[in-house]
């Protein structure tokens, strides 16, 4: 409940997920919270609130982000992405999301969407890791479900199909 009157909360726009979105929020709220309670986001979950878990990354400007230790401030004027907005413009999943499918590697789901997002972020970055450098990533996501080897399998596929897909030469208009 909002304990503050109504004009000690700030007005923030930005980028969700390619959408304009405005809210408003107290100086000291979450970026996490402002994404789940005042934009509906809930896609992004929160686990530990101290930055530990990983649950709640985000991507900030294209960059993994926990937004349990960033503030709703912060982020006026900024691109925010979140699991929502992973998927193929026609709804369909991306590839990432089709491996986890495909592995088993969602599990309860808790973590999922934090992990999905700091996956997706990397791979951009770096798109042929080896399994020690999505083991060293994942060590920033505390997971109680497993011992990370389907989403370690996932992520290894993804990188491998996602590298094949960026070689295939476009489709002409001939072949549509
Ligand atoms: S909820 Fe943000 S790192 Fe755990
Ligand atoms: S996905 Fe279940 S605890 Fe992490």
């Known amino acids: 409940m909002n304990t503050l009157p109504a004009d000690s909360r700030h007005k923030i726009t930005l980028e969700l997920n390619g959408d304009r979105r405005t809210g408003y929020a107290e100086p000291r709220m979450l970026l996490s919270d402002f994404l789940r309670h005042e934009l509906g986001a809930t896609g992004t979950h929160v686990g530990c609130e101290h930055g530990v878990c990983g649950a709640c990354t985000v991507q900030l400007d294209g960059l993994p982000a926990r937004s349990c230790l960033t503030l709703a ?41 934090g992990i999905l997002m700091s996956l997706d972020s990397y791979l951009a970055t770096y798109p042929n890791p080896t399994e020690a450098d999505i083991h060293e990533l994942l060590s920033g996501h505390l997971c109680r479900c497993t011992g990370y080897a389907p989403i370690i399998a996932a992520a290894c596929e993804a990188a491998q199909l996602m590298q094949a897909a960026s070689s295939e030469p476009p489709i002409t208009q001939d072949q549509k």
């Open 73 to 113: 401030l912060q982020v006026d004027g900024c691109k925010i992405n979140t699991v929502e907005g992973l998927s193929e413009s026609d709804g369909r999943l991306n590839i990432l999301q089709q491996c986890f499918r495909k592995h088993h590697a969602l599990q309860c789901g808790f973590c999922t969407a």
